[in-house]
Antibody, heavy 121, light 107 residues
Framework: EVQLVESGGGLVQPGGSLRLSCEAS????????MTWVRQAPGKGLEWVSA????????YYADSVKGRFTVSRDNSKNTLYLQMNSLRAEDTALYYC??????????????WGQGTLVTVSS | EIVLTQSPATLSLSPGERATLSCRAS??????LGWYQQKPGQAPRLLIY???NRATGIPARFSGSGSGTDFTLTISSLEPEDFAVYYC?????????FGGGTKVEIK
């Protein structure tokens, strides 16, 4: 059974940093691209970032480019999102999702339950 | 950036009725469109990929069609568990984008 478990969310002040993690199990993690999607409270879905299976390709939404960094450790079956210079508008539930292929533009077939990031003073 | 416009914002229907949801792209995306369902308090679920292909385990009452800029998700006969929010998403051009969603509510 595919499982994705996010962690690392919490309350952080504007300008601060957080690192989110997504631990994967139930599939060959190193064979699939992974993605991050966020959802602000009461709002729709926003794609944030994606990374190919071997980390050769990384992609970002314009809203986070230069502030967020996606990475993965295939030996630990874990996806990361380093978030710096956080702003109030980054407040959201952050989901990690598995893609159906190795390159980072495939559909998202499995999702975690999300980790909440709140940016507030 | 490709903008996906979903309509209507809310669809009020009764169980057993047919639901037709629209997604329009600001430029051609071929068939690189997916549909996701999200229920309150739950993560999204992939329903349709590449415009018309049902994902694993998705019932046949869900179907997708379209190409280029105009896409449709059809639920042939609404079941109680189908009342949810539906999002379209394009994977043709970076950055990937989602539509604003259509809420299908019980009339």
């Amino acid at each position: 059974e595919v499982q994705l478990v996010e962690s690392g969310g919490g309350l952080v002040q504007p300008g601060g940093s957080l690192r989110l993690s997504c631990e994967a199990s139930g599939f060959t993690f190193s064979s699939y691209a992974m993605t991050w999607v966020r959802q602000a409270p009461g709002k729709g879905l926003e794609w944030v970032s994606a990374i190919s299976d071997n980390s050769g390709g990384t992609y970002y939404a314009d809203s986070v480019k230069g502030r967020f960094t996606v990475s993965r450790d295939n030996s630990k079956n874990t996806l990361y999102l380093q978030m710096n210079s956080l702003r109030a508008e980054d407040t959201a539930l952050y989901y990690c999702a598995k893609e159906t292929g190795s390159s980072a533009y495939y559909p998202f077939d499995y999702w975690g339950q999300g980790t909440l990031v709140t940016v507030s003073s | 950036e490709i903008v996906l416009t979903q309509s209507p914002a809310t669809l009020s229907l009764s169980p057993g009725e047919r639901a037709t949801l629209s997604c329009r792209a600001s430029q051609s995306i071929g068939s690189h469109l997916g549909w996701y369902q999200q229920k309150p308090g739950q993560a999204p679920r992939l329903l349709i990929y590449d415009a018309s292909n049902r994902a694993t385990g998705i019932p046949a009452r869900f179907s997708g069609s379209g190409s280029g800029t105009d896409f449709t998700l059809t639920i042939s006969s609404l079941e109680p568990e189908d009342f949810a929010v539906y999002y379209c998403q394009q994977r043709s051009v970076w950055p990937l984008t989602f539509g604003g969603g259509t809420k299908v509510e019980i009339k």
